[in-house]
């Protein structure tokens, strides 16, 4: 038993003699001594655990606590078994205890199964099986949850691990603890045998064991909440690298493969660091949570990186530092694992990989290598033995143009090889014409720049080559708008432009897929895809961005005027994503200035796809059919004025030309609605103002205008109607009523108790005095609401009808919303700005915080209280935060009492600030610890 490394009070003899106390001559059947001597075992077990949590020294010390924690379950059940087996007699005789599993290997988290298996003689007696049974419930009433407790014979457990891959796995580490040790010799000798046998088919099911869980955790190593134990690069691919060693060559796995050349002390050392930084982690969440549990997610992520020892730096706050240290640790989990699969397929315990091939046409064969540098090895491409790469430091990038030309993995050699000669990648290899080439070609032609990029990444080769995006590999970002690492956004944004670009997604993107063979500087969009995100962490993520890319492109050659033109894209990368989304478009200074900015039609089609891509790799969910034909919108109205009878200088021309085209839209309306209606088509085109008609396309005007006639029709001054616009993915929600104060406050506050969420809103004002107003809202999964319940969507319109009116909504008020863990974890810092220069006609109010059901309603709420009338209304949303803007009017004009404007703005900010603080105080009652939650983008 391993019980050298614990202290006298936690002693396998010690806690024997504290048992034989308890018991005190009367034995386990009698109720009070079996009572006492349980309590002795908890205290022993909680002492242990508590001495285990004292083996952490900030960032380090998870392996020797894991291992120190499996000492004391050793002790305590090597204890309690003989001690009932000194009871018992002879019953005892012939049944063995095995520690198997990760317990088996010697490592136990607090909170984690007791994986223990006894085994009991072929023909086992009653008095044996009795035996059995009692010390398995006296472990049960231990409070060790040892699942069940499996007992079986040694040819039982080998037919069901001949069939039962998981169990086999669990057998690798099977450890004696008490009892029989001949029947634990007999089964390891077994199991040894058979794995002679079988070892293909092992390895092959347990690698593709691995697939299904890594799929079903998320296939990406770089999700900001992986689990700890199951993501790609976490515990569990530790542990499968030492059970296939296990299997194949037996308890001295690691220390043959340094002995033949294939693992490094260097390697070993990787491997130890890995292990005892993930589980320091582990022992964190099970004290966290309380329990067992392996997600490290963001609310018990500042928690874990103050115990931890991880402090704010200028750039990163310590969370962010504690997670990128996480992620750092999954890529070299990752490098281990490949060097593991190599050795297997060496040995032909695996099927040779297909590599980068999945991306290409099937081929018969590989061929011969692109460049007599370099050689196959069992169907991965390695370095030439007689290569000096001292002599030509560009074969490092040459070795990714040559494995993405043929269509195949790397050896893990060459990977070794690389990291080797890292130190080769100075200022003259970065400025290397030769280099540049390469790099280019990877970039540009690669059928899967994505997974090439992504290699170069965790060989550490682009980083170093590109140290702006160097500056980004592994950064997170704390906030739960972004799902992946600052780098692994960005290289999934450049998989899916190669994507849009061989056209996969035309019915997502048809703008996009339209566009992308029409412009002219391709590079220029492929390096702002790769750069746009390494101003983070700098101050503004534009600007110093933009400079990070100027760097990098003058460094790399390029012509003045493509670097000048990657900077733009960089810094102005959330320009249209801000201007659709947070901007009316039907106002004419919104579409004026930024039609200035862009200037062109071919920057103005390089940021579309820049944008596209941009928000569609954020993560799953993120991207939508809102979002989407809000930047449809843009764009067709942004082009109408590129493509218009002027410069786009002219903020006059412009502005003519805008409302030419609101002009038109009247005129062809009045043209198809005259033969149906001609004086409800004069009266209309007449009641509403530009904003309206530059609005909304000319399909959505017709429906409109059917919906107000079939109210007039009716002689209902108010009316509501509600249907889903699967163009927008959102649900339309159309009402009509006499204007009157407080009119819009009363309608979105009777969405929100609905549950409907508003995404967007269009409020327009006619002539004759009535309020026309658009809504568009989604139920909590980001669905159309009521997308699928007609019943839903129809009583949707009717509360809304009422609410028009003025009818008292019979909900009353919202109830508070129940406050998570995961809520406290954030800091979201409210914050209010008012704009008059933004809008044309109105004040522009945007109020941005922490989101929660009915922020809306309580800030229009405030805005009703002011007296202001609402021209529109757009809605964002970026994780825990939510951004509310508001265009609005005093008695028909812009703001203009400065003491008003205080005023609203320090009403808004309370709003916002309360709810902050009754989670600052949830946190605090609880003892939580916090973070800044970084900017949304």
Same mark, same amino acid.
């Given at each position: 038993?391993?019980?050298?490394?614990?202290?006298?009070?936690?002693?396998?003899?010690?806690?024997?003699?504290?048992?034989?106390?308890?018991?005190?001559?009367?034995?386990?059947?009698?109720?009070?001594?079996?009572?006492?001597?349980?309590?002795?075992?908890?205290?022993?077990?909680?002492?242990?655990?508590?001495?285990?949590?004292?083996?952490?020294?900030?960032?380090?010390?998870?392996?020797?606590?894991?291992?120190?924690?499996?000492?004391?379950?050793?002790?305590?059940?090597?204890?309690?078994?003989?001690?009932?087996?000194?009871?018992?007699? &002879?019953?005892?005789?012939?049944?063995?205890?095995? !520690?198997?599993?990760?317990?088996?290997?010697?490592?136990?988290?607090?909170?984690?199964?007791?994986?223990?298996?006894?085994?009991?003689?072929?023909?086992?007696?009653?008095?044996?099986?009795?035996?059995?049974?009692?010390?398995?419930?006296?472990?049960?009433?231990?409070?060790?949850?040892?699942?069940?407790?499996?007992?079986?014979?040694?040819?039982?457990?080998?037919?069901?691990?001949?069939?039962?891959?998981?169990?086999?796995?669990?057998?690798?580490?099977?450890?004696?603890?008490?009892?029989?040790?001949?029947?634990?010799?007999?089964?390891?000798?077994?199991?040894?045998?058979?794995?002679?046998?079988?070892?293909?088919?092992?390895?092959?099911?347990?690698?593709?064991?691995?697939?299904?869980?890594?799929?079903?955790?998320?296939?990406?190593?770089?999700?900001?909440?992986?689990?700890?134990?199951?993501?790609?690069?976490?515990?569990?691919?530790?542990?499968?690298?030492?059970?296939?060693?296990?299997?194949?060559?037996?308890?001295?796995?690691?220390?043959?493969?340094?002995?033949?050349?294939?693992?490094?002390?260097?390697?070993?050392?990787?491997?130890?660091?890995?292990?005892?930084?993930?589980?320091?982690?582990?022992?964190?969440?099970?004290?966290?949570?309380?329990? &067992?549990?392996?997600?490290?997610?963001?609310?018990?992520?500042?928690?874990?990186?103050?115990?931890?020892?991880?402090?704010?730096?200028?750039?990163?706050?310590?969370?962010?530092?504690?997670?990128? #240290?996480?992620?750092?640790?999954?890529?070299?989990?990752?490098?281990?694992?490949?060097?593991?699969?190599?050795?297997?397929?060496?040995?032909?315990?695996?099927?040779?990989?297909?590599?980068?091939?999945?991306?290409?046409?099937?081929?018969?064969?590989?061929?011969?290598?692109?460049? !007599?540098?370099?050689?196959?090895?069992?169907?991965?491409?390695?370095?030439?033995?007689?290569?000096?790469?001292?002599?030509?430091?560009?074969?490092?990038?040459?070795?990714?143009?040559?494995?993405?030309?043929?269509?195949?993995?790397?050896?893990?050699?060459?990977?070794?090889?690389?990291?080797?000669?890292? #130190?080769?990648?100075?200022?003259?290899?970065?400025?290397?014409?030769?280099?540049?080439?390469?790099?280019?070609?990877?970039?540009?032609?690669?059928?899967?720049?994505?997974?090439?990029?992504?290699?170069?990444?965790?060989?550490?080769?682009?980083?170093?080559?590109?140290?702006?995006?160097?500056?980004?590999?592994?950064?997170?970002?704390?906030?739960?708008?972004?799902?992946?690492?600052?780098?692994?956004?960005?290289?999934?944004?450049?998989?899916?432009?190669?994507?849009?670009?061989?056209?996969?997604?035309?019915?997502?993107?048809?703008?996009?897929?339209?566009?992308?063979?029409?412009?002219?500087?391709?590079?220029?969009?492929?390096?702002?895809?790769?750069?746009?995100?390494?101003?983070?962490?700098?101050?503004?993520?534009?600007?110093?961005?933009?400079?990070?890319?100027?760097?990098?492109?003058?460094?790399?050659?390029?012509?003045?005027?493509?670097?000048?033109?990657?900077?733009?894209?960089?810094?102005?990368?959330?320009?249209?994503?801000?201007?659709?989304?947070?901007?009316?478009?039907?106002?004419?200074?919104?579409?004026?200035?930024?039609?200035?900015?862009?200037?062109?039609?071919?920057?103005?089609?390089?940021?579309?796809?820049?944008?596209?891509?941009?928000?569609?790799?954020?993560?799953?969910?993120?991207?939508?059919?809102?979002?989407?034909?809000?930047?449809?919108?843009?764009?067709?109205?942004?082009?109408?004025?590129?493509?218009?009878?002027?410069?786009?200088?002219? $903020?006059?021309?412009?502005?003519?030309?805008?409302?030419?085209?609101?002009?038109?839209?009247?005129?062809?309306?009045?043209?198809?609605?005259?033969?149906?209606?001609?004086?409800?088509?004069?009266?209309?085109?007449?009641?509403?103002?530009?904003?309206?008609?530059?609005?909304?396309?000319?399909?959505?005007?017709?429906?409109?205008?059917?919906?107000?006639?079939?109210?007039?029709?009716?002689?209902?001054?108010?009316?509501?109607?509600?249907?889903?616009?699967?163009?927008?993915?959102?649900?339309?929600?159309?009402?009509?009523?006499?204007?009157?104060?407080?009119?819009?406050?009363?309608?979105?506050?009777?969405? !929100?108790?609905?549950?409907?969420?508003?995404?967007?809103?269009?409020?327009?004002?006619?002539?004759?005095?009535?309020?026309?107003?658009?809504?568009?809202?989604?139920?909590?999964?980001?669905?159309?609401?009521?997308?699928?319940?007609?019943?839903?969507?129809?009583?949707?319109?009717?509360?809304?009808?009422?609410?028009?009116?003025?009818?008292?909504?019979?909900?009353?008020?919202?109830?508070?919303?129940?406050?998570? #863990? #995961?809520?406290?974890?954030?800091?979201?810092?409210?914050?209010?700005?008012?704009?008059?220069?933004?809008?044309?006609?109105?004040?522009?109010?945007?109020?941005?915080?922490?989101?929660?059901?009915?922020?809306?309603?309580?800030?229009?709420?405030?805005?009703?209280?002011?007296?202001?009338?609402?021209?529109?209304?757009?809605?964002?949303?970026?994780?825990?935060?939510?951004?509310?803007?508001?265009?609005?009017? &005093?008695?028909?004009?812009?703001?203009?009492?400065?003491?008003?404007?205080?005023?609203?703005?320090?009403?808004?900010?309370?709003?916002?600030?309360?709810?902050?603080?009754?989670?600052? $105080?949830?946190?605090?009652?609880?003892?939580?610890?916090?973070?800044?939650?970084?900017?949304?983008?």
């Amino acid at each position: 038993m391993l019980v050298s490394s614990l202290p006298a009070s936690l002693d396998g003899l010690k806690l024997r003699a504290e048992l034989a106390a308890a018991l005190g001559g009367k034995g386990w059947q009698d109720t009070a001594a079996r009572l006492a001597a349980i309590t002795r075992i908890k205290a022993s077990i909680e002492a242990g655990r508590e001495a285990a949590f004292r083996k952490l020294d900030g960032a380090s010390g998870g392996l020797e606590a894991a291992r120190f924690l499996s000492g004391v379950m050793n002790a305590v059940l090597g204890a309690v078994f003989d001690s009932l087996a000194a009871e018992a007699g &002879k019953p005892a005789d012939g049944i063995s205890l095995l !520690a198997i599993g990760g317990y088996g290997a010697g490592e136990l988290a607090p909170s984690s199964d007791i994986d223990i298996l006894f085994i009991k003689p072929d023909r086992a007696s009653k008095a044996q099986n009795a035996f059995l049974e009692q010390v398995i419930y006296v472990l049960w009433d231990c409070g060790l949850d040892i699942g069940g407790g499996a007992v079986r014979t040694i040819d039982e457990t080998l037919k069901i691990a001949d069939t039962n891959i998981g169990e086999r796995t669990s057998l690798l580490s099977l450890r004696h603890i008490a009892g029989d040790p001949g029947l634990a010799e007999k089964l390891r000798q077994a199991l040894r045998d058979e794995a002679q046998s079988k070892g293909a088919a092992f390895v092959e099911a347990k690698l593709a064991e691995r697939d299904s869980r890594i799929a079903k955790a998320g296939r990406s190593r770089y999700t900001v909440e992986p689990n700890l134990k199951e993501s790609k690069g976490g515990l569990r691919d530790l542990q499968l690298m030492r059970w296939l060693a296990q299997f194949l060559y037996g308890a001295d796995a690691f220390e043959r493969w340094v002995s033949s050349g294939l693992l490094t002390v260097s390697d070993v050392e990787k491997y130890l660091r890995a292990s005892d930084f993930f589980w320091t982690i582990r022992f964190h969440i099970h004290a966290i949570i309380g329990g &067992k549990d392996d997600r490290l997610t963001f609310d018990i992520q500042p928690e874990i990186a103050a115990r931890m020892g991880f402090d704010d730096a200028e750039a990163e706050s310590a969370v962010e530092r504690f997670m990128r #240290r996480y992620f750092l640790t999954a890529m070299d989990v990752g490098s281990l694992t490949r060097l593991v699969c190599a050795k297997l397929e060496a040995d032909h315990r695996k099927s040779r990989p297909r590599g980068l091939a999945r991306f290409l046409p099937e081929k018969d064969t590989l061929g011969e290598p692109v460049d !007599a540098a370099f050689r196959l090895v069992d169907g991965r491409l390695d370095f030439a033995a007689d290569v000096a790469i001292e002599n030509d430091p560009v074969l490092l990038m040459r070795l990714f143009w040559a494995a993405s030309a043929m269509g195949t993995d790397l050896h893990p050699d060459a990977i070794a090889v690389v990291g080797q000669n890292i #130190r080769l990648i100075d200022d003259d290899f970065r400025s290397d014409p030769r280099a540049v080439r390469v790099f280019f070609s990877i970039l540009l032609d690669s059928a899967a720049p994505q997974l090439v990029l992504r290699l170069m990444t965790e060989a550490g080769l682009l980083g170093k080559f590109l140290p702006e995006f160097g500056s980004i590999v592994a950064r997170t970002q704390f906030n739960m708008y972004h799902r992946y690492t600052v780098d692994e956004h960005t290289l999934q944004l450049i998989g899916l432009l190669r994507e849009i670009e061989t056209g996969d997604h035309p019915n997502d993107h048809p703008i996009a897929t339209k566009i992308v063979h029409d412009i002219k500087n391709r590079r220029a969009l492929h390096l702002a895809a790769l750069l746009h995100d390494t101003g983070k962490g700098k101050g503004d993520q534009c600007v110093e961005g933009a400079l990070q890319a100027r760097m990098a492109c003058t460094r790399l050659g390029l012509p003045k005027a493509e670097v000048e033109l990657v900077a733009w894209l960089v810094r102005s990368h959330l320009l249209m994503s801000d201007t659709a989304q947070r901007r009316d478009i039907g106002d004419p200074r919104t579409v004026i200035e930024f039609a200035r900015e862009v200037g062109s039609m071919e920057r103005l089609n390089l940021l579309t796809l820049l944008t596209v891509i941009d928000i569609r790799s954020v993560g799953p969910g993120i991207w939508n059919g809102w979002k989407g034909q809000l930047l449809r919108d843009l764009y067709s109205a942004t082009r109408n004025v590129l493509e218009g009878d002027t410069s786009g200088e002219g $903020e006059a021309e412009i502005r003519a030309l805008l409302k030419g085209q609101a002009d038109d839209a009247r005129a062809l309306f009045r043209e198809k609605l005259k033969r149906v209606d001609d004086e409800f088509a004069r009266n209309w085109t007449a009641d509403l103002d530009d904003s309206y008609w530059l609005s909304f396309s000319e399909a959505d005007r017709l429906r409109h205008a059917a919906f107000v006639r079939a109210a007039r029709a009716r002689g209902d001054l108010v009316a509501a109607a509600a249907r889903i616009d699967k163009r927008r993915a959102a649900t339309e929600v159309m009402m009509i009523a006499p204007d009157r104060d407080r009119l819009f406050a009363d309608i979105v506050a009777v969405l !929100a108790q609905l549950g409907a969420n508003v995404v967007g809103a269009q409020v327009s004002t006619t002539a004759s005095g009535e309020a026309f107003d658009v809504f568009y809202v989604q139920d909590a999964s980001g669905q159309p609401y009521g997308y699928d319940r007609e019943r839903a969507r129809d009583a949707l319109a009717e509360r809304v009808r009422r609410a028009a009116s003025g009818s008292k909504s019979r909900s009353g008020t919202r109830p508070a919303q129940r406050l998570t #863990r #995961r809520a406290t974890a954030f800091t979201v810092i409210p914050s209010v700005s008012i704009d008059q220069q933004a809008a044309e006609t109105a004040t522009l109010i945007e109020a941005s915080g922490r989101d929660r059901p009915g922020l809306l309603a309580d800030l229009s709420e405030v805005l009703a209280d002011a007296g202001l009338a609402l021209q529109s209304a757009r809605i964002d949303g970026y994780g825990e935060r939510a951004t509310d803007v508001f265009y609005v009017l &005093k008695d028909g004009q812009k703001l203009s009492d400065t003491a008003q404007i205080a005023d609203i703005k320090a009403a808004l900010l309370a709003v916002l600030a309360e709810e902050e603080a009754r989670i600052e $105080e949830t946190a605090r009652t609880r003892g939580l610890a916090r973070a800044r939650a970084s900017a949304g983008r």
